[in-house]
């Protein structure tokens, strides 16, 4: 049973990487290459870490946060359960075309960027 509970927070962690990876610069993210290579390892070892397959120490995660401008804490947390504004965003947004989907998260971006750069600035 210990190994299930080890992989499924190995699991956790490689997607809290890759989320962080893809939403990092502003929502340009960096890809796989590039981070490797700040890491000084393959892209293979960084695609293992984000499925799951491998876990990386904590001093390369430490590093890695760095990179992508998260604490080490954010690749432990829990995915936040959907709420009723989530749902009610996914209904409204349905009908919209592509256009205007991705303006709304464009504006979702800035709004949790700008609401994360003043969590961090109060520590």
């Known amino acids: 049973m210990g190994g299930k509970i080890s992989a499924t927070i190995y699991q956790r962690v490689g997607q809290r990487m890759q989320q962080a990876r893809q939403g990092s610069r502003g929502g340009k993210g960096y890809t796989q290459q590039e981070v490797a290579s700040l890491l000084d390892v393959s892209p293979i070892t960084l695609s293992r870490w984000e499925t799951g397959t491998r876990n990386p120490s904590f001093e390369v995660l430490e590093r890695f946060g760095q990179i992508v401008e998260k604490p080490l ?51």
Do not use: C, G, H, V
């Not at 709420?83 to 256009?99: G, S, V, W």
């Not at 303006?103 to 971006?109: E, N, P, V």
């Open 73 to 123: 804490s954010f690749f432990f947390e829990e995915e936040p359960q959907e709420d009723e504004y989530a749902q009610m965003l996914l209904r409204i947004t349905n009908q919209l075309d592509q256009t205007e989907k991705e303006d709304i998260l464009a504006y979702a971006r800035f709004r949790y960027e700008r609401w994360y750069n003043n969590l961090k600035n109060e520590d």
